[in-house]
């Protein structure tokens, strides 16, 4: 893998990564969009896997992470000043990388957590753009791991208030991953494919990223309740398989489960054994994914 590098309309420099189909026949292209903290390296397998399909994949780093520009001078703190900077993001990609690899039809896409969430502003915004969306546990309501919702929201928006933005949430430096272990994360049942990325940030360590800043938690919240509120799924128009992980962690599983009711040509796939990694889970649950990636691609 050979990432370059685009510029954003601002100026800004977002790592970017293609990969053509195996094999003679094409299925077009397929977008790819990481969760928050992650980066190219870590769907190395995952991009294998769709080029054995027949999808030529294209991808990029999200800015304030992997090898894309970082927001703040401490490169571990998981930072963005409003959503609509990853909108920025991902049109700008969009127009220089996409649109001259995906010929006359529209590219798939396959997404991740905060990139599922991205992905559906792209998706109401520009009804077009995708053929069809497969998400893995789309961030649509976070987990506030104990506290009351009203309470973390109310806390978030006092550290905003008085000039905190920059700052880490309580306790999110120590989600560094060179000091996270197996025992300690939160995200996937699957020890090998959990050292496998660990492997990697600790061989590449400006790729990691910790936890997020009070400025990133409370441009999410916004954000989430843009896409939660009435009317914003029954807008979204392009067919969308969403992927629940049942012993998600991160995200709110029911959150999900309301949402894929309100869109117009929206299924569901409940893997009751997942965290909140699917495609980085176990072979069980993962081969449970493809089936149904695999059906819900063969009917678009």
């Known amino acids: 893998m050979s990432p370059t590098f685009i510029t954003t309309p601002a100026g800004h420099r977002l790592r970017v990564a293609t990969f053509n189909a195996q094999g003679t026949q094409s299925r077009g292209l397929c977008v790819l969009l990481h969760g928050q903290t992650e980066f190219i390296e870590k769907y190395d397998e995952v991009i294998g896997e769709l080029r ?10 999200w800015p304030g992470q992997g090898g894309s520009y970082r927001l703040l001078p401490d490169p571990l703190k998981a930072h963005i000043d409003d959503f609509s900077t990853y909108d920025a993001a991902l049109w700008a ?3 220089q990388v996409v649109t001259p690899l995906m010929g006359t ?11 599922g969430h991205i992905l559906l502003r792209g998706l109401h915004d520009r009804p077009k753009a995708f053929s069809a969306a497969v998400l893995s546990a789309p961030m ?13 929201h109310l806390v978030c928006w006092f550290e905003n208030l008085i000039g905190a933005k920059n700052e880490w949430v309580w306790g999110m430096d120590a989600r560094d991953p060179h000091l996270v272990t197996f025992a300690t994360q939160l995200v996937t049942s699957d020890a090998a494919r959990f050292q496998r990325t660990q492997d990697v940030v600790f061989a590449h360590p400006d790729l990691r990223l910790a936890g997020p800043t009070w400025g990133w938690l409370e441009a999410a919240y916004r954000s989430m309740a843009k896409v939660m509120a009435p009317g914003y799924a029954e807008a979204i128009s392009t067919p969308v398989l969403l992927c629940a992980a049942g012993k998600d962690r991160i995200v709110d599983v029911s959150a999900e489960r309301e949402f894929v009711k309100r869109l117009p040509h929206g299924q569901l796939l ?3 054994q997942s965290e909140h990694e699917i495609l980085m889970e176990s072979d069980a649950i993962r081969a449970r994914f493809w089936a149904a990636f695999d059906a819900f ?3 678009k």
Not at 52 to 61: L, P, S
Not at 105 to 115: D, K, N, Q, V
Not at 144 to 149: F, K, N
């Open 52 to 61: 054995a399909r027949g999808f030529a994949v294209a991808t990029f780093d």
């Open 93 to 95: 990609f969009y127009d």
């Open 105 to 115: 039809a529209p590219p798939l896409a396959l997404a991740h957590s905060m990139g």
């Open 140 to 152: 649509l309501r976070a987990l506030t791991r104990g506290y009351p919702v009203w309470l973390a």
């Open 270 to 272: 409940d893997l009751a």
């Open 297 to 299: 691609v063969a009917e």
